[in-house]
């Protein structure tokens, strides 16, 4: 995602967010949502990540609510 779609652009579409960009963010919140660091060492696709969730605010957190709520009951005690 990082070296092409998002290699010179700021959505995975173009200049503007797209349905691209919603399908992409919910697919990676999956991981996310069970404690993976999808984005450790990924700048490109972080940075897209928070533009994307800044645009959908605040309907992007009241969509994930329930979900990392049950994510939390699947993450491993430290």
């Not at 995602?1 to 995975?12: C, S, T, V």
């Amino acid at each position: 995602m990082e070296n092409i779609f998002l290699a010179d652009q700021p959505y995975l579409s173009g200049s503007d967010i797209s349905v691209a960009d919603l399908l992409g963010i919910c697919e990676l919140m999956q991981p996310v949502i069970v404690g993976h660091k999808v984005f450790a060492n990924r700048p490109k696709l972080e940075s897209w990540a928070a533009r994307v969730k800044e645009r959908l605010h605040p309907h992007f957190n009241e969509a994930h609510k329930f979900a990392f709520i049950i994510g939390d009951s699947f993450k491993s005690p430290l």
